[in-house]
């Protein structure tokens, strides 16, 4: 298969954290008879820097020629701590989504085995946890009409939402469901708010053309809380924007770290791949940026290509590294020379030789890439 992927490094982390998917998709594709070709553009406070545009419009053509999107991270400290800043960093990551009608974002949420104790929850409330997040991407209160009065002391920003953008992912998240337990649960705040109370409107119109799917609804807030005293009682999770913006990054403490988390955005037309995590500015090159999100992000995006035993290779050099502690140091404390690269160099070898990769890792922690 020819595949042409634009890499949108970005910020931070970001580029090192990419750098190792685009080393694991170049070897699926050498190991694999694939032909993989990328292309890289700029986004985000890089992009500032240079055009001082965090979405640049040659960043959207490039997009929108390729075949797939692999994203890193954006943001800067310097917009952090500016709240008055007209431009920002994450006006790339919204424009791209909006640009290409990415309105569907996917995120696996999974407590490895391996990792288990690394998480601040108990075991017994984590073990088994395998949950699937349809989170609404284009719609909602970041998209919605802002408003600042003139003297700065009143402010709204304007929730959103049209019948048809709830329709289609809810068809995504119920198809996704009958595959897997066939549960799904909508996270709203229908008590409160009449966004909410269209989206549970429409999904119960839905839900009988899916009659083997069981469908809960939740309110956000206590779907904040159940997810972290019981998880294994979730299957799939549908919800808008900003909840699972939210629910999404307390997920990661069932898994132990953030830098575990890939994500897939989907639409029509176009598809990005990307961990959740930030750009995280303050690790930037020095080596301890956890890379696996951004490999599993790459995992999923050859799923979506039906490249499934490719993506379950990757995947099970992931679980080789988390299994041998070849991890950065978010989840690693018997080895202080793992870096972000070597997490890279390891599943990479990994792909390329699975049957020889064995219990001796000399050369791995002597700054060498071959598995013995």
């Not at 904040?224 to 939210?246: C, K, S, W």
Request: overall charge negative; proline content about 3%; aromatic content about 8%.
């Amino acid at each position: 298969m020819k595949l042409n992927i634009a890499v949108l490094q970005g910020d931070g982390i970001g580029p090192e954290v990419t750098a190792q998917a685009v080393k694991v998709l170049k070897a699926v594709a050498m190991e694999f008879n694939h032909i993989f070709t990328f292309q890289k553009a700029l986004v985000g406070a890089s992009a500032i820097d240079k055009t001082g545009n965090p979405l640049p419009e040659e960043t959207i053509s490039i997009c929108k020629k390729a075949d797939a999107v692999l994203f890193g991270a954006i943001g800067d400290t310097k917009y952090d701590e500016d709240p008055d800043a007209k431009i920002r960093p994450e006006q790339g990551l919204l424009g791209i989504r909006k640009e290409l009608g990415l309105y569907t974002n996917i995120r696996p949420i999974i407590a490895y085995e391996d990792l288990l104790n690394k998480s601040s929850l108990k075991v017994k409330q984590i073990k088994d946890t395998n949950i699937l997040i349809y989170r609404e991407l284009t719609g909602g209160i970041y998209f919605g009409d802002r408003y600042l009065s003139d003297d700065g002391n009143i402010a709204s920003d304007v929730c959103k939402y049209e019948r048809f953008e709830i329709e289609r992912i809810a068809h995504l998240a119920f198809k996704a469901a009958l595959s897997r337990k066939r549960k799904l649960t909508l996270v709203d705040k229908a008590n409160v708010l009449e966004s909410s109370r269209l989206w549970r409107r429409v999904v119960k119109e839905i839900a009988p053309q899916y009659p083997n799917v069981k469908v809960n609804f939740m309110y956000i807030d206590n779907a904040a809380m159940e997810l972290i005293i019981h998880p294994r009682q979730f299957d799939v999770i549908l919800t808008e924007n900003m909840f699972g913006d939210i629910l999404s990054e307390e997920a990661s403490v069932i898994v132990g770290s953030i830098g575990l988390l890939a994500s897939a955005s989907i639409g029509d037309k176009h598809a990005m791949f990307e961990p959740i995590h930030g750009a995280y500015a303050k690790a930037a090159n020095r080596g301890v940026a956890n890379p696996i999100a951004s490999i599993l992000s790459a995992a999923m995006l050859l799923d979506h290509f039906g490249l499934y035993e490719e993506a379950a290779l990757v995947r099970e050099g992931v679980d080789k590294s988390l299994k041998l502690h070849i991890t950065t140091p978010d989840l690693n404390n018997k080895y202080d020379n793992i870096t972000t690269t070597k997490v890279g160099d390891f599943i990479e070898d990994f792909i390329q030789n699975p049957d020889e990769t064995n219990l001796n890792f000399t050369n791995i922690h002597i700054g060498q890439s071959t598995i013995i």
